[in-house]
């Protein structure tokens, strides 16, 4: 304190705050920041930050980083909202480049302020019942309001089953204390599956009347995985809140709580039945309507691309995320390219990609032509294009095997020495609570533990085939166990031709009978 006042020629100083940084290995550099600007309750803003190394410091493993004379540029607070950052760090560069030189390295600073939950919310996303026994984000349609194939923009109604599920982000006890996890979906479009869920809105029209087809009891998780089945019910716009509330009090009040892994919904359904579940619902919700029937397109569409939208003259861009890893610097950079060529708004995808809308007609050429396009492209090769991953190992408690990271490298590898004609779905999970909807894919792969021939544990997966989405929608089937990621590459590039030839015959017998059917039209 003594020396900062002689240095600030002050009459004294207060400590604020004190804390001590960890850099683990392969941290990512702390962008350019003033401090003060992150400590706005102290009046007046004059501080001083005293940085002591508690290890030999390098260039190499990261030290701290001043730019020259940033001392008289005055106090600049943090910008930007979190669906379109503002890109402080290039400005930063370019401005430093100007003013001074810049010496050393970053350091990770582990400070998790209210800053952040702050901007969040100002972005209109809430942390609230995020996790745990709560009902989960509601999920809907990526191209909700810009999709010339859908039938409802699902946003009013994925709104307002969050603010009904969260009590507009403050928390709601009716839904706070489930037997287990809850997720919550509305369709847009006939190709928008979303199967695995709890609880499904698929919008069909009635008589002239647009409502909701109710699909019950999606679940993948470490004791069964099977998709929705629907309820035989068709439920008016306007009533899906409460319909869903009846759902989930029904099954909070009677579910499962002893034993933890048979607490979701579909086992307190499979337990009770389908048609006596409906029959309690229509007792505390009133007469169910009769189902009309979902339709579901072939199989669910691909994103990839520049695609016109329903309005006149805009267009969307699907760029492809590999494993959908992401850091902090590449999450500015995408939301750059979305302020500088679309509207500042940034879609996220089930399948871990990234969707850029309102691009201009007379921009599509100078969006196609930007660097980050190199990195993460419009147009991915066939494997890269299908493969999902959960976190793994690297980050998840939970997980056995380092998803991410073998599924990046075994994707390249399979694009470099396969051409497939199209995406094939290939998800991977580092453990049987299935986060990366393994049972869903084409080919799915559940990490786990074997032995080697020397008797020592090392990585493996067991695999699932034929997993689908679409009319004919249904579970992968578990075909090997623990095979050892060493051995993964060979055999997933068997399994990838014999799925291939097996489409191609489908997509074959699906065209002749299309065919078939319009000879038939044309006769009668």
């Known amino acids: 304190g003594e020396s900062c006042s002689k240095l600030m020629n002050w009459k004294g100083a207060k400590l604020i705050q004190d804390n001590v940084l960890w850099k683990p290995p392969g941290g990512k550099t702390l962008g350019y920041h003033q401090d003060a600007a992150y400590d706005d309750w102290i009046i007046p803003q004059t501080m001083m930050t005293c940085w002591i190394s508690l290890d030999d410091t390098s260039r190499e493993k990261g030290t701290l980083e001043y730019v020259k004379g940033s001392h008289k540029w005055g106090l600049n607070p943090p910008k930007g909202k979190f669906h379109s950052p503002y890109n402080y760090k290039n400005e930063l560069n370019k401005f430093a480049k100007k003013k001074g030189t810049i010496e050393g390295k970053g350091i990770l600073n582990n400070r998790i302020s209210e800053h952040i939950l702050s901007a969040l919310k100002d972005a209109g996303i809430e942390t609230i019942q995020s996790g745990f026994d709560n009902p989960r984000n509601v999920t809907g349609n990526p191209l909700a309001g810009i999709d010339p194939k859908e039938i409802i923009d699902t946003r009013p109604y994925t709104l307002e089953l969050e603010n009904y599920l969260t009590k507009n982000g403050e928390g709601n006890p009716e839904f706070s204390n489930l037997p287990r996890k809850w997720n919550t979906a509305v369709a847009g479009s006939h190709d928008n599956f979303l199967l695995h869920n709890d609880i499904i809105f698929h919008p069909v029209i009635k008589e002239g009347e647009l409502g909701f087809s109710v699909w019950v009891g999606g679940i993948l998780s470490s004791q069964l995985n099977d998709y929705a089945i629907p309820l035989n019910a068709w439920v008016k716009p306007q009533d899906i809140c409460h319909f869903t509330g009846v759902v989930i009090s029904s099954w909070r009040d009677d579910g499962e709580r002893y034993k933890r892994p048979k607490g979701r919904f579909r086992f307190y359904l499979n337990k009770v039945g389908v048609e006596n579940f409906r029959n309690h619902v229509q007792e505390k919700f009133g007469r169910l309507i009769p189902d009309p029937g979902s339709i579901f397109s072939?199989?669910?569409?691909?994103?990839?691309?520049?695609h016109p939208q329903k309005q006149l003259?805009?267009?969307?861009?699907?760029?492809?995320?590999?494993?959908?890893?992401?850091?902090?610097e590449e999450i500015q950079d995408l939301a750059s390219i979305s302020a500088t060529y679309g509207s500042s708004e940034v879609r996220l995808t089930e399948d871990q990609n990234v969707i850029i809308i309102n691009i201009p007609d007379k921009q599509i050429d100078s969006f196609k032509a930007d660097p980050l396009l190199k990195k993460f492209p419009l147009s991915p090769k066939t494997i890269a294009a299908g493969t999902v991953s959960c976190t793994g190992n690297s980050y998840c408690s939970f997980a056995l095997t380092n998803t991410k990271d073998q599924a990046l490298k075994i994707s390249k590898e399979l694009d470099s020495e396969i051409d497939l004609p199209e995406e094939l779905k290939i998800h991977w999970t580092g453990c049987p609570n299935s986060c990366g909807q393994a049972y869903m894919g084409a080919i799915g792969l559940t990490g786990t533990k074997a032995r080697n021939d020397d008797g020592k544990m090392i990585e493996a997966y067991d695999i699932s085939i034929g997993g689908e989405q679409g009319p004919n929608q249904k579970i992968g089937e578990l075909k090997h166990k623990s095979v050892p990621t060493a051995e993964l590459k060979n055999l997933l590039k068997k399994f990838q031709r014999d799925l291939h030839e097996k489409e191609s015959f489908k997509k074959d017998k699906f065209l002749e009978i299309k065919a078939q059917e319009k000879e038939e039209r044309k006769e009668k």
């Open 298 to 306: 072939q199989k669910p569409r691909s994103f990839f691309g520049i």
């Open 313 to 328: 003259g805009l267009n969307y861009a699907g760029i492809h995320i590999p494993v959908g890893r992401l850091s902090a």
